[in-house]
């Protein structure tokens, strides 16, 4: 594998950043998740630009433009033949001294990674998924604000820890307020009736670029979706609840805290929503070689 870092794209076994690094040292940096399907990059242009965003507001000048983030993402998969995977983009605050001034550092590393990602297994896209709400609240707006993807998770890594513990493999993050925000790595939908809902970036969450384009082909089915604050309540009543991620996709939950949602099963609408997705997903994006 090549590993894209700093302009150059090295063998994986050079491409190594320092121990004073403070990504490494503080999780001081931001990062992407993309997927690749049918040779092409989905949603570039929106990740790249979630990308300098979140640099933005953790006052990390990203040294490149985002055209040439995006040429480097695009050199790095068509190096790879990333064709249908996973392309991790990580920029760090660079090398620094022990000391937490960002200002020390003064070259960012930008690293991007072309590979696979490993999906939930099949057979939870069928049988649908069981999860938890965890107790871990998720980290308040006015600290490290979760619309920024900022390469510290350990708020989403103490709320997963709960949910393996409690023997599933995920779990809702409510917000300071018991409102529910978001799941440890993806978004939260439910749908009552013919309304989708899911809670607002005010509730605290990373803003999802599934999350958006879910929200566009719901529209364009007809169904009638509303950001709102929600509680467990909802989650609990839903006809339907599904998780949306860059790797997840579309996951169907069918119990929570052990309480059966809906039917038990997948439902019609989550399925329908899931198959546009596929549809869309495979047919939009940035094109690689040998793309037709
Ligand atoms: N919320 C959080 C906290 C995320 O990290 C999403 C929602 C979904 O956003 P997108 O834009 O991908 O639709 C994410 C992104 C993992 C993993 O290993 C998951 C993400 C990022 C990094 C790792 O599960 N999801």
């Not at 983030?69 to 790879?80: D, I, L, W």
């Not at 760090?92 to 590979?115: E, F, H, M, S, W």
């Amino acid at each position: 594998m090549k590993v894209y870092l700093n302009g150059k794209l090295v063998p994986q076994s050079k491409a190594c950043v320092s121990v004073f690094d403070h990504g490494l040292l503080y999780g001081d940096g931001v990062f992407e998740g993309i997927r690749t399907y049918n040779r092409r990059v989905f949603m570039l242009d929106e990740h790249v630009a979630r990308l300098y965003r979140s640099a933005r507001a953790i006052a990390l000048d990203i040294p490149i433009s985002q055209a040439a983030m995006s040429a480097a993402v695009v050199m790095t998969c068509n190096a790879n033949r990333t064709w249908d995977g996973y392309v991790r983009v990580v920029v760090t605050r660079g090398v620094g001294t022990l000391g937490l001034n960002p200002y020390v550092c003064k070259k960012p590393q930008i690293i991007i990674i072309a590979g696979r990602i490993q999906l939930y297994p099949h057979e939870l896209y069928e049988k649908g998924m069981s999860i938890i709400t965890a107790g871990t609240v998720r980290n308040h707006p006015e600290a490290v604000n979760p619309c920024i993807k900022s390469l510290n998770y350990l708020n989403n890594i103490l709320a997963k820890i709960e949910a393996i513990n409690a023997g599933v493999m995920e779990a809702i993050m409510l917000n300071h307020n018991g409102h529910v925000a978001e799941a440890t790595g993806d978004n939260v939908f439910a749908i009552q009736g013919d309304r989708l809902m899911t809670p607002p970036p005010s509730a605290g969450l990373l803003e999802g670029i599934t999350r958006d384009v879910v929200i566009t082909l719901a529209g364009q089915r007809g169904m009638t979706v509303m950001e709102r604050d929600m509680t467990r309540y909802d989650l609990y009543t839903a006809d339907e609840v599904f998780l949306t991620g860059t790797a997840a996709e579309i996951v169907p939950v069918v119990r929570i805290d052990r309480r059966v949602i809906g039917t038990g099963k997948p439902g019609r609408k989550t399925l329908e929503l899931s198959t546009a997705f596929k549809e869309f997903a495979r047919q939009q994006g940035t094109p690689l070689r040998g793309c037709t």
